[in-house]
């Protein structure tokens, strides 16, 4: 009794070392007396206790960080740059054959070609150019892994770490790049409106009335604030001219004489000065108030 109820246990025992279980996202690898005879697929598998030896082997993509590197650019500047890069395994035989520790020997290599790869480019490169970095270095890591039936799906570059001193000049240079554009976005309204004010003031000379509307409309808009005191300009060649008119008309008058007055008993008009006098005597003279009559006195009879 006690045999059949050892053997029982033993073949149960044996069975739960036959059967092994592959899950949907790994690969099994049998070896049998240290040689691969076969890659097993997911699902319920039997293997030979004791002789075979089953390496399950996970298909699934890994994140694997690449730590920060201390790298000197093209242009020798010193960067800080971490990266993170994503593999995964192709062929299970070969990741198995070919190398022992596949996730270390990765991160040690993508942490070489980063340093590599970011050192051939200048820094303005490496801040503006990184899908190109990103690439580069993946292709370098696919040639060598590769061989080991690992490949390599994505890296990225995560962070990077700039030199205070870089900073505040990167500061400085977007601020004067946005003074520049300013610069010319100013200067190019003054362009179009010279532009405007040119067919503007076109359009005036052929509608001298419209200057005038114009005057008016600048005289409302000033009125609107309530201003005490108002200084309008106004063209000075009219004024010039309409200034010679005036003289003009009062020289008249005053050669006609008292009786062409408006009235009589009005004052007669004074002799305007003359605009055209260039000397300066003359202006002196006709400036300074003329001398007083010298005063003459009789002789006066006396009688004792």
Do not use: C
Not at 14 to 27: A, D, F, P, T
Not at 114 to 138: C, F, M, P, S, Y
Not at 218 to 226: Q, R
Not at 262 to 273: D, I
Request: without cysteine; glycine residues 6%.
């Amino acid at each position: 009794m006690w045999v059949y109820v050892v053997v029982a246990v033993f073949l149960v025992a044996l069975l739960g070392l036959s059967l092994r279980i592959v899950k949907q996202y790994e690969q099994g690898v049998l070896f049998r007396f240290g040689r691969v005879i076969a890659v097993l697929q997911p699902g319920l598998r039997m293997i030979i206790p004791f002789v075979d030896v089953l390496h399950r082997i996970s298909t699934r993509i890994v994140t694997m960080p690449i730590q920060s590197q201390g790298i000197i650019t093209k242009d020798n500047v010193s960067v800080d740059i971490s990266a993170v890069a994503y593999f995964r395994v192709i062929d299970a035989k070969r990741s198995v054959l070919a190398i022992e520790n596949p996730k270390a020997a990765i991160d040690q290599i993508a942490q070489t070609t980063l340093r590599k790869v970011v050192g051939q480019h200048t820094l303005d490169e490496t801040l503006a150019e990184t899908n190109r970095i990103n690439l580069d270095i993946r292709e370098i890591l696919d040639m060598t892994t590769l061989e080991w039936g690992i490949e390599v799906t994505l890296v990225e570059l995560k962070d990077i770490q700039l030199p205070d001193s870089m900073k505040r000049a990167m500061a400085k240079q977007a601020e004067a790049e946005r003074e520049k554009r300013a610069k010319i976005i100013s200067a190019e309204g003054e362009l179009m409106a010279a532009g405007t004010l040119g067919e503007a003031s076109d359009i005036m000379m052929d509608h001298p009335i419209a200057l005038q509307l114009r005057n008016l409309q600048s005289l409302v808009e000033i009125g609107v604030d309530k201003n005490t005191t108002v200084v309008f300009p106004s063209p000075i060649m009219t004024t010039i001219n309409e200034l010679g008119s005036f003289i003009e008309q009062e020289r008249a008058a005053a050669q006609r004489g008292p009786g062409h007055a408006a009235g009589a008993g009005a004052p007669q008009p004074t002799e305007p000065l003359s605009l055209e006098a260039s000397d300066p005597a003359a202006l002196e003279s006709s400036a300074r108030p003329p001398d007083p009559a010298p005063m003459t006195t009789a002789p006066v009879e006396t009688t004792p």
